[in-house]
């Protein structure tokens, strides 16, 4: 019955402990007797009672590196798992959860942005949540309210008894004998609740950097070089996608020079051939090419950064003027500006006016392209982006027009005699 109940408490405690162990064939260290085509025969125990045959894939043999790691103790510890290190492991995984647990319910601080803060990914978007973290993390280091020495002391306990656990139930054989008691001293000394007071302390400093990173960000997004960029970005995008769709569709290039008023065009059935092609993409009556899904798709990699960009200035705009960003609107924020311009410092003043009308003009280019003007008549006003891929077609398709124009009498077709 005894021997029974051993076995229970072995089983038991193996299931407790069996997220510490690594799945995988285990490694077992061998004496040669003797080999054949087939399989090599070894000894696999101490006593070498029993000769194993065993497949030539499975062998690995002992090289000069191995031999050398074999001669001390920490080189054979380094050849072998340590369920020590991975009960470490899991203590300081678990202590990280339950901080970031704490952190959410009693902090109102998302791990999402802690995560993006120690990643350094942070983005304007998260400029309120990173101040609302800092001001939590300072509170609670000057004033540690009682439920954070409650889930200090929690912390305490569970890594303290799980230690104890471990020692008392996890098999002894299983842990590399030489430095067993010094691995699991060493364990049982550290501290996981200065461990997480340390990592709140951490936390600090990286939110002040954070935050530092992101008043610079706000300050190029309101100086107007990133809407510059973004322009500069968008026109070249179209350029680049344009050419491209073009040249699957047999599109010829450079058929004319620059200088086309002065010079001729290379080949005229080249230049009429493109022109026709150019016509066929714009045909509104019938989309032969798919221009249609050409330009909602190039819409579509464009639009989403201006939505960004626009959020950002939302945000880097409330911040300035101690707005809630639910409560934000353009309108309002020219009339506070308006209030407050003569006390702000000549470049930010500047900068806020530019980073308005950047704002008004993507707004009306979105405006544009959601609501388009119906019935004739020049309109004048922010072209949308389907307009400027259009653009180009169009600009395209004139300039192959006018070479044409001016070049016609080059064309064989114009040259040939009228039929008598």
């Avoid at 340390?198 to 400093?205: A, L, Q, T």
């Avoid at 344009?242 to 200088?259: A, C, Q, R």
């Amino acid at each position: 019955g005894g021997g029974e109940e051993g076995q229970e408490e072995t089983g038991a405690a193996e299931d407790e402990w069996s997220h510490l162990r690594i799945a995988g064939v285990p490694i077992i260290f061998c004496r040669f007797v003797k080999a054949s085509n087939d399989a090599v025969y070894l000894f696999t125990t101490a006593e070498e009672r029993e000769v194993v045959a065993v497949s030539w894939w499975q062998i690995l043999p002992i090289h000069d590196e191995l031999r050398g790691m074999m001669g001390s103790t920490r080189g054979m510890a380094s050849m072998v798992q340590n369920p020590i290190d991975m009960l470490y492991k899991w203590l300081t995984q678990y202590v990280k959860e339950q901080t970031f647990e704490y952190m959410e319910k009693c902090m109102g601080i998302e791990e999402e942005v802690i995560n993006r803060m120690t990643g350094n990914e942070t983005t304007i978007t998260d400029l309120s949540k990173l101040k609302h973290a800092n001001a939590e993390l300072e509170k609670l280091t000057k004033d540690p309210p009682e439920s954070y020495k409650r889930f200090l002391a929690e912390i305490g306990e569970f890594t303290s008894r799980a230690v104890s656990r471990f020692r008392q139930t996890f098999p002894a054989t299983e842990i590399f004998a030489p430095s067993r008691e010094d691995s699991l001293r060493g364990v049982e000394t550290i501290d996981f609740c200065g461990l997480t007071q340390s990592r709140m302390v951490r936390y600090i400093g990286m939110c002040e950097f954070a935050l530092g990173q992101l008043q610079l960000d706000k300050r190029f997004l309101m100086s107007g070089s990133q809407k510059q960029e973004m322009t500069e970005w968008w026109l070249h995008l179209i350029e680049t996608r344009v050419d491209e769709f073009l040249d699957s569709k047999g599109y010829i290039k450079d058929v004319f020079p620059d200088n086309y008023i002065d010079e001729p065009p290379k080949s005229m059935d080249d230049l009429k051939a493109n022109l026709k092609l150019l016509r066929e993409i714009m045909n509104p009556k019938e989309d032969v090419h798919g221009t249609q899904v050409f330009v909602s798709s190039l819409k579509g990699d464009i639009y989403p950064r201006i939505h960004t960009f626009l959020q950002n200035g939302r945000i880097a705009l409330c911040e300035q003027f101690d707005v809630n960003e639910n409560d934000f609107e353009l309108q309002k924020i020219w009339q506070l500006f308006d209030l407050e311009k003569e006390k702000l410092d000549a470049k930010i003043r500047k900068w806020i006016d530019d980073m308005l009308k950047d704002m008004e003009y993507l707004e009306q280019i979105i405006d544009a392209e959601e609501n388009p003007r119906q019935g004739g008549g020049l309109e004048l006003g922010p072209v949308p982006i389907s307009g400027l891929i259009v653009g180009y077609f169009f600009r395209l398709e004139n300039e192959h027009t006018t070479v044409l124009d001016v070049w016609r009498h080059l064309d064989p077709d114009q040259q040939k005699p009228a039929a008598t």
